[in-house]
């Protein structure tokens, strides 16, 4: 089982995003079995809000389940929990850094990694451009639940 976390600054908007995003993947594509899943905040701003309303609406529009969220923010003990640790962009894989000292297991990656030709996904609490930035977390999801579906199906054989 692969055990993924999706990390952003206040974690209303792009992680919980990714998060849903992913989990619709992995249900819509019988994958339960493989993945464990959860997101986070770097800091401490959002702690106990849910999604921005903005990003439920996003996610409602283009038929997401959603569930039910509050933000919460990363702590030291999750670098050993998580197998991928999922940033949205660079000042998030900082601000990991300096939470959990290293990245001794080469854990921590940026989820436009998993795409074609995104870098960050750019935070649609200060662009407003929240079907974008779904578009771009959809892609990188797609593009990481595809890999990591493959990397599982070789490491059983």
């Keep these: 089982m692969y055990n993924i976390l999706f990390?952003?600054?206040?974690?209303?908007?792009?992680?919980?995003?990714?998060?849903?995003?992913f989990k619709?993947?992995?249900?819509?594509?019988?994958?339960k079995y493989m993945f464990n899943v959860s997101s986070r905040a770097t800091s401490m701003e959002e702690l106990g809000n849910g999604l921005y309303y903005e990003a439920l609406n996003?996610?409602?529009k283009n038929n997401v389940t959603i569930e039910d969220h509050?933000?919460?923010q990363v702590v030291k003990e999750d670098y050993?929990?998580?197998?991928?640790?999922?940033?949205m962009e660079e000042k998030n894989r900082r601000d990991l850094l300096r939470i959990f000292g290293n990245d001794k297991?080469?854990?921590?990656?940026?989820?436009?990694?998993?795409t074609n030709n995104i870098d960050e996904i750019d935070d649609p609490?200060?662009?407003?451009e929240f079907d974008r930035c779904f578009d771009e977390i959809n892609e990188g999801c797609v593009g990481l639940f595809n890999y990591l579906v493959d990397k599982g199906l070789k490491d059983e054989v």
Excluded at 80 to 87: L, N, P, V
Excluded at 106 to 111: D, F
């Design 125 to 128: 609490w200060y662009t407003r």
């Design 58 to 60: 996003v996610l409602n």
């Design 70 to 72: 509050k933000a919460i």
């Design 105 to 114: 297991d080469n854990k921590i990656h940026m989820l436009g990694e998993y």
């Design 80 to 87: 050993d929990k998580y197998d991928y640790i999922i940033c």
């Design 24 to 31: 619709d993947l992995v249900y819509k594509n019988n994958k």
């Design 7 to 21: 990390i952003c600054y206040g974690n209303i908007c792009r992680s919980p995003m990714a998060l849903m995003i």
